[in-house]
Structure formats: structure tokens, C-alpha cells
């Protein structure tokens, strides 16, 4: 008689390999990667280019010394997208070594000290970011101004190899503070939200440029929901309530509280919203629970932009979601077929 080998389950194969939906994650961060550019210069592609380099050194040792065979790499390219969303958050002119620093919090910390992909309780890209904005606040916060080039392409790499600008360039001469930051500390001061967005700074919604750039995240954001990459509940969320929430604040009193389209079109709130609260990792896996996710990063995010110490507090959002997801899930399981109880 003729046996044949039995396997446990799951007996289906996955829809889509995890290399398939990274290539398209990565894909789908182009439109915003190119806005980011035309905005902010080539010191993003520098950025990404040394956190790619980092990312995939400290993947290869880290996989080494588990006894993995490094070829692993090639077949899941997530630490490219753990690299790419971290060196986002970064100013295009910060020094090499925060990308090192960034890097190995996410990888070795975030990532293999808990068992590698699949089985990280925390967003690594957030766990680097959060990682160096508080150990190096003011190396991570020295942006440039939207739409100013004052370097060409070799004295941004100078810099951020160096840490010094050419002279006679001076840090306080190039740097500004971001849309949020100014509006939080300028409205701490007693300053009107109308008297502030006559800066330069901002644009019709946010900031000048980051208007540009988040909605280059959503264009990204709509190609990986075509390709069902991601599901709509969380990005709906994160953005449905921080308009939900800061709506009736504006209407109340709109000299003290942003409008709600500043939030959504300022800061990385759109970079979360489609790529980072939609990990499907460190996010919840049934629809009510990926909805009370996002309503729960959008809120989140809005109270630490009022009331916290950081002008825009996306990635620590994310980090607490991320702790309570399990929470979620257990709460929010969907109902066993042709039972009345819940799995």
C-alpha cells in the first residue's frame, strides 16, 4: 500500500510570498521618497542609502550569530522597509552614526532580540526612531527649511559624514524648526494660531512642502491597498480621528487649537497612517481590532502633540498601540463559524 506524508496545518499556502509584499511596500514608497527629495534635497537619499547599508551589516551579523544562514536576506527584504520608514523620520542632514544608532536598536533590539520577523511585539522602524530622538533630540530635529538647497550634493555628503557644514555655513543659519514645532511653541507663548501660520513655513492645509510629501504617502498608501497589502480600517482610523477629535476643538475656539487638516498634513502622521500603524506584525489582526488601533494611534498622537514634550509624538503612538494590540486582538476576536462564542 502506498503512504504518502502527513503534515500539521496549515495546509493552504500564504496568498503572497512576505518578499512580494515588501518589494510592493518599498514600491509604494517611492512617490513619497521622490516629494521628500524634491523638498529637502539629496541628504534623504543619503539617509536612506546609509540606514539600507546599516540595516542589512547588522541583519547579516545578527543572523550569523543565531546560527541563521545569512542568505536570508535576499528572500526578506524587511529590513529594507525597517531602514526606508526609519530614514524618513530623519533630517536629511543628520550625522551617520544616528542612522548606526537607529539601526541597531531596530534590528537587534526591536527585531532579533525577540525572534526575528514575525515575531516582534514592537514596530522596529519606530523603536530605532524613538531610540535616537531621545537619546539625541537635537541631532534628530535639525531640519532644513522645505525648498531650500543651500548645499550642493557633495557638501551634503561632507556633512553628513562630518557633522560640520562648510563654512561659512552656520547650523542656525540653514536649520528651522518644523511646522509642529513652531506651532507648539508658539502657542505656548500666548500666540494665535492665525498670527502663526502667516509664516512661511505653512501652506494651505500644513506645512509648506510636507503637504506635497503627505500626499505622496497616500497615493503610496492607495497603490498597496489595491494591492492588498494593507486593509483600509487603520489608515481610515488614524486619520478619521485625529479630524474626528481636533474638529470640535477648532470649530470651539480656532485662534487656540490647528485646524484639523494641519495635524493630518503636518509631521509623519500620513507616513504612520499608511506604512507604519498597518505593520501586520505589531498591529491587530481582526477588523475591529485594526480599527480601534488607528483611532487609538490618531488619538494618541494628538495628545502627546498637545500635552507631551515632542511636537509630533507619531512614533511613540505607534510603540503604545503596539503594547496594547495583544490586548486588542484578544477582545475583539471575530465569532467561530456556526458558533455563538468567539474563537
Known amino acids: ?74 528572500g526578506d527584504p524587511s529590513v529594507l522597509v525597517t531602514a526606508a520608514l526609519f530614514a524618513l523620520c530623519l533630517p536629511p542632514l543628520a550625522p551617520w552614526w544616528i542612522s548606526l544608532a537607529g539601526m541597531l536598536a531596530a534590528v537587534v533590539l526591536a527585531r532579533h532580540a525577540y525572534g526575528g520577523m514575525g515575531y516582534n511585539l514592537f514596530n522596529p522602524a519606530m523603536v530605532g526612531y524613538a531610540v535616537v530622538l531621545i537619546s539625541f533630540p537635537r541631532e534628530v530635529s535639525g531640519w532644513i527649511a522645505a525648498g531650500t538647497q543651500a548645499l550642493d550634493p557633495l557638501d551634503v555628503i561632507r556633512t553628513i559624514l562630518a557633522g560640520d557644514l562648510p563654512a561659512p555655513l552656520r547650523w542656525d543659519t540653514i536649520s528651522s524648526a518644523t511646522p509642529l514645532d513652531t506651532v507648539k511653541s508658539l502657542a505656548a507663548r500666548g500666540h494665535m494660531i492665525g498670527e502663526i501660520r502667516h509664516d512661511p513655513q505653512f501652506g494651505d492645509f500644513g506645512g509648506r512642502g510636507w503637504e506635497w510629501i503627505a500626499n505622496a504617502y497616500a497615493l503610496g498608501g492607495l497603490y498597496l491597498l489595491w494591492r492588498g ?55 491587530c489582526a481582526s477588523p475591529r481590532g485594526r ?53
Do not use: C, K
Not at 15 to 29: E, G, K, N, Q
Not at 58 to 70: F, H, K, N, S, Y
Open 291 to 343: 480599527l480601534l488601533f488607528g483611532i487609538g494611534v490618531g488619538v494618541l498622537t494628538l495628545v502627546i502633540r498637545r500635552w507631551g514634550s515632542y511636537p509630533d509624538g507619531v512614533a511613540f503612538a505607534v510603540l503604545l498601540m503596539n503594547g496594547a494590540a495583544p490586548l486588542i486582538d484578544r477582545y475583539t476576536r471575530p465569532r467561530v463559524f456556526g458558533t455563538g462564542s468567539h474563537a
Open 1 to 74: 500500500m502506498r503512504t504518502f506524508p502527513v503534515h500539521g496545518g496549515p495546509h493552504l499556502s500564504p496568498p503572497r510570498h512576505v518578499r512580494h509584499v515588501m518589494v510592493d511596500v518599498l514600491l509604494a514608497l517611492v512617490p513619497g521618497i521622490a516629494a521628500h527629495v524634491w523638498f529637502f534635497g539629496v541628504g534623504v537619499l543619503v539617509q536612506l542609502i546609509l540606514a539600507a547599508g546599516f540595516a542589512i551589516a547588522i541583519e547579516a551579523v545578527a543572523l550569523r550569530w543565531r546560527g541563521l544562514p545569512v542568505r536570508r536576506i535576499g
Open 229 to 283: 497589502v494593507i486593509r483600509w480600517q487603520v489608515p481610515v482610523a488614524v486619520i478619521g480621528s485625529v479630524i474626528a477629535v481636533s474638529a470640535p476643538l477648532w470649530l470651539l475656539d480656532a485662534d487656540v487649537h490647528p485646524m484639523p487638516l494641519q495635524h493630518v498634513f503636518s509631521g509623519g502622521l500620513m507616513l504612520a497612517a499608511w506604512f507604519i500603524a498597518t505593520d501586520p506584525v505589531t498591529g
